[in-house]
């Protein structure tokens, strides 16, 4: 039972009672208050007293009560306040100890700081919770707001024997020092800053709140289940509630103005939103497509989604999004065609090499599209977002490892060969494209239609410097065309890139002169990165070392060389003979076991 229900129920009680029955309850009342709260009591009946009789009626009591509830939260607020302000000035402080605590290990960050707090500092911070939400429950909500601005205004100071430190409420109740309950007190507040604020104000005001780090995964929708009061003009608080969101560029007011629209207007009417937001909210054309795949209305998917591309601008990575949703539309409708017009757009605004194997393999009429996938490429930019951008409004860069893979996969193998070649140690290699490079170029020039066990380690790396996914790939397919429904022909991430790879690899006819030019280079790559893992003890390489001469070792016997990878294994084991964890490598891609006591050893 909550403090008004306790109240009105007192009120109803006291009504129905004789002026004989009160000063009974009143007596007994009394008897029971302790000896230091009894002056306090005293003051209590005489301000009633002072201020309203029961003779005038249930209105002046609730009148009465109301102003001793005001009174009481006014000193309880100057309490705070004066406490807050010593807070403020450090005179009231947390101490700190601190030191490492390897118990879980000696990687990241271990430093623990143990708090203790003397003065009872974080009793301020549970107070003003508490008067908070007396105040909703009372109906004083500017003193409810004015009360949570003081919490969020005061940080605690944290005395150390290093360097002190701030503290503010979101810190203290992260570290176990306060016993507040976030999301109820943001709930309460924002209850209050609605009931306070003027109709025209309210939207913005509430939203200038959501600039707190704990109010970011807070629901709006909640806020309507608090107070004693009905919360008014709500239609029209939503209408300029979203009004507002849709001006603003941040995850934040993104997913605010998905669940204002959807409350005030449904999921119908998320596309009259879009129509007009999309600048700012993209993704609002991305939900209404995907409402329109879920109701099965394959049409209006489809022409929805035509509408989005030609508003969104190309650089947003989240019309690459919307433009395979309109490829899975066009293939259930039997436009195939227009599908792969729509892999294309995807690539545009999403330059990945998952997109790009996409549009290659799986286009029947690549060719027609292959100068714009060029220009794509050479025009992408090599840059990061900037901090801050919300994540529907992210652009299209890429990486610098993605262009140098895009490069590869558009067919500029002379220069991918030499970006291999321009390293100047065996060492060292990390961030640098030679390391997906060789993976690639194995692949590229493997002849067999299956994986061997060092091959297949490669495409496992080659997929993992991509990013591939098998999801991902598959989305805007003929092989996932269906809500929740995955291609049934896959198993897994590596046999989708498999065969894509087999796909895309087709597209090309490498001469004899490019084939011996390329396996000789990377033969001399390998055999300088191996020999520098190896001298250098460098024990956690030594698998990728010999899965990569495994690897050349099948290239070579599919292009008919054989015994191509025994011969070149047992090589490299008479070069190392006493590195048996190197040995143990080179077995487990397949190089024959010629230890004499090995059936001792099984």
Not at 575 to 585: L, V
Request: net charge negative; aromatic share 10%; hydrophobic share 40%.
């Amino acid at each position: 039972m909550n403090l008004r229900e306790f109240t009105d129920g007192v009120d109803q009680n006291a009504e129905e009672m004789g002026k004989d029955e009160l000063k009974c309850f009143i007596h007994n009342i009394a008897r029971k208050i302790p000896e230091d709260k009894r002056m306090e009591f005293l003051k209590l009946l005489s301000n009633i007293r002072e201020s309203g009789s029961v003779s005038g009626g249930g209105s002046d009591l609730q009148a009465a009560a109301k102003r001793i509830d005001e009174q009481e939260i006014k000193q309880e607020f100057d309490r705070l306040q004066c406490l807050c302000r010593q807070i403020v000035e450090e005179e009231l402080c947390l101490h700190a100890d601190g030191y490492e605590d390897y118990s879980l290990g000696y990687w990241g960050d271990n430093w623990v700081w143990e708090y203790s707090d003397p003065q009872s500092v974080c009793c301020t911070y549970e107070d003003g919770s508490i008067l908070v939400q007396r105040c909703v429950n009372d109906g004083f909500y500017e003193y409810a707001v004015d009360v949570f601005d003081l919490l969020m205004e005061t940080e605690v100071w944290v005395v150390n024997d290093g360097d002190a430190f701030n503290m503010d409420l979101a810190e203290l109740v992260k570290e176990g020092l306060v016993s507040v309950n976030l999301e109820k007190l943001a709930l309460h507040v924002l209850y209050a800053i609605y009931q306070a604020t003027a109709p025209r104000m309210r939207a913005q005001k509430l939203f200038d709140y959501f600039s707190i780090s704990y109010f970011k995964d807070i629901c709006m929708e909640k806020m309507l289940c608090l107070g004693q009061e009905e919360l008014m003009g709500l239609s029209d608080f939503w209408d300029s509630w979203i009004m507002l969101l849709a001006g603003k560029t941040s995850d934040v007011a993104e997913r605010l103005l998905k669940e204002a629209i959807i409350y005030q207007k449904g999921e119908d009417g998320i596309l009259d939103v879009a129509r007009i937001a999309y600048q700012s909210h993209p993704m609002l054309y991305l939900e209404a497509v995907e409402h329109f795949r879920k109701t099965e209305n394959i049409q209006q998917q489809l022409e929805i989604g035509i509408e989005a591309l030609g508003k969104i601008e190309k650089r947003y990575i989240i019309r690459s999004q919307i433009a395979l949703k309109i490829a899975e539309a066009a293939i259930r409708l039997g436009k195939t065609e227009y599908a792969e017009t729509c892999w294309l757009e995807a690539f545009e605004s999403n330059s990945t090499p998952v997109n790009y194997l996409r549009l290659v393999a799986e286009s029947e009429d690549f060719a027609g599209q292959q100068i714009a996938a060029e220009r794509i490429i050479q025009s992408a930019k090599v840059s990061k977002n900037a901090r801050g951008v919300s994540q529907e409004l992210q652009e299209n860069f890429i990486s610098e490892s993605n262009k140098e893979i895009l490069r590869f996969l558009s067919g500029d193998f002379e220069v991918s060969m030499n970006q291999c070649c321009n390293v100047d140690k065996a060492l060292g290699w990390t961030g640098k494209f030679v390391k997906c490079g060789l993976p690639l170029f194995l692949l590229l020039l493997l002849k067999s239609e299956d994986l061997e066990p060092a091959c297949e380690n490669m495409a496992e790396m080659a997929l993992r410097y991509m990013s591939f996914d098998m999801d991902l790939y598959l989305e805007g397919t003929k092989y996932k065309v269906k809500p929740g429904e995955a291609g049934k022909k896959f198993q897994d991430s590596k046999t989708v890139f498999w065969q894509c790879f087999k796909s895309w690899k087709g597209r090309y006819c490498l001469s004899d002169d490019q084939k011996n030019g390329y396996l000789f280079k990377l033969e001399k790559l390998i055999d300088m990165r191996l020999k520098a893992i190896l001298d250098g003890n460098f024990r956690a390489h030594y698998q990728s070392v010999a899965a990569l001469a495994a690897a050349l070792g099948e290239v070579k016997e599919s292009w008919g060389e054989l015994g191509a990878k025994e011969r070149d294994l047992q090589a490299y084991r008479q070069m190392y003979t006493r590195r048996s964890s190197f040995h143990a490598e080179l077995r487990r891609y397949g190089m024959s076991d010629t230890r004499k006591n090995k059936k001792k050893l099984h």
